[in-house]
C-alpha cells in the first residue's frame, strides 16, 4: 500500500472488535498480512480462530481478563507494557500491511499506558502500514491524530433483556 492510515472505532456500542475482524478478513482474502495484538484480553473468543484459517495472520493477547469490574494489577501494567513494546516492534518491522490494536483506547483509559507512549508509536509507524485501533473511550488526542474514525453508538441491545453472549453472535 502506498499509505497506510489510522482507523479508530470507539464507541459504548457493539461491534468494534468485530469491525476490526471483518477488515482483517477482508485484508487476508486480498493477499495482505495481518497482526493482531489485544490488550487487555486473554479470553479465546470465536474471532480469534481466523488463526487457525489464515496463513498470514498473527495474533496475540497481552492482558488477563476483563479489567472493567477489577482494580489494575502490577500484571496488567507489565501485560500491557510488553503488549505495547510487542506492537512496536511489529509496527517497525514492515512484515504486517495491517495492525489491529485491539481495546487500546481500554489500556489506555485504565491508565495501564500512557497516552504519549501510545501517540507515539502512532507517529513512528511505518508509513505505509494501515493501523486499526479499538476500544471505548477513545481520547480526543487519538481522535485528532487518527484518518478515521467510527464511534459506535448504542441505540439498542438484548443485553439489557437479560441476554447473555451468544455463541458466534456476540463471542
Not at 115 to 132: D, F
Amino acid at each position: 500500500m502506498e499509505k497506510g492510515y489510522i482507523h479508530i472505532y470507539t464507541g459504548d456500542g457493539k461491534g468494534k472488535t468485530t469491525a476490526a475482524f471483518g477488515l482483517a478478513v477482508r485484508a487476508l482474502c486480498a493477499g495482505k498480512s495481518v497482526y493482531i495484538g489485544q490488550f487487555v484480553k486473554s479470553m479465546k473468543y470465536n474471532e480469534t480462530r481466523i488463526a487457525e484459517k489464515f496463513d498470514k495472520v498473527v495474533i496475540e493477547q497481552f492482558g488477563d481478563g476483563c479489567m472493567l469490574t477489577r482494580e489494575a494489577t502490577d500484571d496488567d501494567v507489565r501485560m500491557a507494557h510488553e503488549g505495547l513494546t510487542r506492537c512496536k516492534e511489529v509496527l517497525l518491522s514492515g512484515i504486517y500491511d495491517v495492525v489491529i490494536l485491539d481495546e487500546l483506547t481500554i489500556a489506555v483509559f485504565l491508565s495501564l499506558l500512557q497516552l504519549e507512549e501510545v501517540l507515539n508509536l502512532l507517529r513512528n509507524k511505518r508509513p505505509e502500514t494501515e493501523v486499526v485501533i479499538t476500544g471505548r473511550y477513545a481520547s480526543q488526542e487519538l481522535i485528532d491524530m487518527a484518518d478515521l474514525v467510527t464511534d459506535m453508538r448504542e441505540v439498542k441491545h438484548y443485553y439489557t433483556q437479560g441476554v447473555l453472549s451468544r455463541d458466534g453472535i456476540d463471542r
